[in-house]
């Protein structure tokens, strides 16, 4: 199973934008999907996940009230929406699945992305 990022680019600080995911073939509706983001030099860090059935988000604190995650009924397709972007936000995103709920980067994934860079210029 290969998960398909995209939305990744170049953006300014304060601007917007949204990233996507979904995997390549059907992996069944019972896997929390999330972002997992690792600037240059540093370590991988928790953005964002949703649980299997939608119910419930979860926030890494230095995207909270700025990301918001999302899932399409029914469907493994995840969107991250980015709002008031920051020079710091600037990561390769990987998308991730994972049989229990996400919260941390050191979490046991089932699969993983190639990850797709984003940029923000200040």
Request: hydrophobic share 35%; with cysteine.
């Amino acid at each position: 199973v290969q998960l398909i990022e995209s939305g990744g680019g170049l953006v300014q600080a304060g601007g917007s934008l949204t990233l996507s995911c979904e995997p390549s073939r059907d992996i069944g509706m019972t896997f929390a999907m999330g972002w997992i983001r690792q600037a240059t030099g540093k370590e991988r860090e928790f953005v964002a996940s949703i649980t299997w059935n939608g119910a419930g988000t979860y926030y890494g604190d230095s995207v909270k009230g700025r990301f918001t995650v999302s899932r399409e009924n029914g469907k493994n397709k995840m969107t991250l929406q980015m709002y008031k972007v920051r020079p710091e936000d600037t990561a390769l995103y990987y998308c991730v699945v994972a049989p229990g709920e996400i919260t941390s980067a050191d979490d046991n994934m089932s699969y993983w992305g190639k990850g797709t860079l984003v940029t923000v210029s200040s």
